[in-house]
């Protein structure tokens, strides 16, 4: 019989190896997860056939193939940074496993937005995943040339793990063992992505901004909360994203999520008269999937010295939302025809006002069109796919979407200047 107490005790035991990834070198690593991948799909239902559940076979849930598979994604993207897998494989060996134990054997209070979570499980993922992600960062990062910072082996891990922990609880049928990695990871690579130099820096000008990134966003929050495009808690969370976004990214930064801010607003409003009155349907979560890549974007413009990647980011990201919502309101009233066209207008639109407001950084607004595009078509076929059966909803396809966007937008850039370069 299959026994998820005897599955989370191996998920978790697992982290265990994560121990030697300070004596292996990068494909060592990729080997030892191709390994436990294998083994995990030939012998792992002989040996323990009580911890695979019956989706374990193929699809969606099949976490026992997820679980090596990400690992395996992770040494390869980071290869000369193992401390971060590392971090990483802990944050979802402890922190994933200990929420499973503790929020079915403690129970306790569901969570509003999601009601098969408790927030013992949340609180459980959040000290476990944090707990060993810095204690397996630490052990690691000795064997990194150069050392990483003692900030990230100590506090990004933390970071990392509270963040995956909120993913986590995420109404959606995606196997765990794949959001899980891929939060942690974005964020540390956020986090390993700093200059302390240019961190220090750039925070003189952060605290001079951040009372009039406050103000802004509030009142911008306000607005489209009056006309009931957010609910409280979304403009809660808008008014404190944007408020970082403007102390982070500076005023050229924040205008690019004022435009994208009035665009969305406006794009549903207009649909909402052809709706009629409808209750405001955007909140904590549409928030966060809205902007949380322009947030690591104005992140990047402090955090490193040049601000050309960091601004990229966000307007790629922040133009995949203003275009989304576009397309959006424009198929539902006019067809899919128009809803290109609107979607294509409002990318260049706000290139344009990229190449305004970031003038030395011009040549770069082409990319955000492409990315936008390219992370609108994305997100479509995922939404295909996986939307009507739960795996996947709206507030992760719009996250998807603008992730998409910014990666593909900075890809097409290094990809470039890399042919350049080839040049003679």
Request: with cysteine; hydrophobic share 60%; aromatic share 8%.
């Amino acid at each position: 019989m299959y026994s998820e107490t005897l599955r989370q005790a191996v998920h978790m035991a697992m982290g265990g190896l994560a121990l030697l990834l300070r004596y292996l070198t990068w494909p060592q690593a990729a080997l030892l997860a191709l390994a436990a991948l294998v083994f995990n799909a030939v012998v792992l239902a002989r040996v323990l056939p009580s911890i695979v559940r019956p989706s374990d076979r193929a699809g969606h849930r099949a976490g026992v193939l997820f679980y090596p598979l990400a690992l395996f994604a992770l040494v390869l993207i980071f290869r000369e940074r193992l401390d971060i897998v590392a971090a990483a494989w802990a944050v979802m060996a402890f922190g994933d496993g200990a929420a499973t134990l503790v929020g079915t054997r403690v129970g306790g209070p569901r969570l509003p937005w999601n009601a098969d979570k408790t927030w013992s499980g949340l609180i459980a993922f959040a000290l476990a995943g944090s707990i060993g992600a810095v204690a397996l960062s630490v052990w690691v990062s000795p064997m990194m040339v150069p050392a990483p910072p003692w900030f990230f082996t100590w506090l990004a891990p933390i970071a990392a793990a509270l963040a995956a922990a909120l993913a986590e609880t995420i109404p959606i049928e995606l196997d765990d063992n794949l959001t899980v990695p891929f939060v942690a990871g974005v964020m540390l690579a956020a986090a390993a992505a700093v200059d302390p130099v240019a961190l220090g820096a750039e925070f003189v000008h952060v605290g001079h901004r951040i009372g009039w990134g406050v103000l802004a966003s509030a009142a911008l929050a306000f607005v489209a909360m009056k006309v009931r495009a957010l609910t409280l808690g979304g403009a809660t969370v808008s008014t404190l994203i944007g408020a970082a976004i403007f102390s982070l990214g500076g005023f050229q930064g924040w205008l690019m999520y004022l435009a994208a801010t009035t665009v969305a607003v406006t794009s549903w409003r207009v649909g909402q008269r052809k709706r009629g009155p409808t209750p405001a349907s955007h909140g904590v979560g549409s928030a966060i999937a809205s902007s949380a890549i322009g947030l690591i974007g104005a992140w990047l413009m402090a955090a490193v010295d040049a601000d050309a990647a960091g601004a990229l980011i966000v307007a790629s990201g922040l133009t995949a939302w203003a275009s989304n919502a576009v397309a959006s309101e424009s198929e539902k009233g006019y067809g899919i025809g128009v809803s290109a066209v609107a979607m294509l207008m409002t990318s260049l639109a706000m290139a344009g006002l990229f190449a305004l407001a970031f003038p030395t950084m011009h040549l770069l607004a082409p990319f955000i069109v492409l990315g936008s595009a390219a992370g609108s078509i994305t997100a479509s076929a995922l939404g295909r796919r996986y939307k009507n059966n739960g795996v996947l909803n709206e507030d992760v396809l719009l996250f998807l979407n603008t992730f998409a966007a910014a990666a593909i937008a900075c890809v097409s850039v290094l990809t470039v200047v890399a042919l350049r370069n080839r040049l003679p």
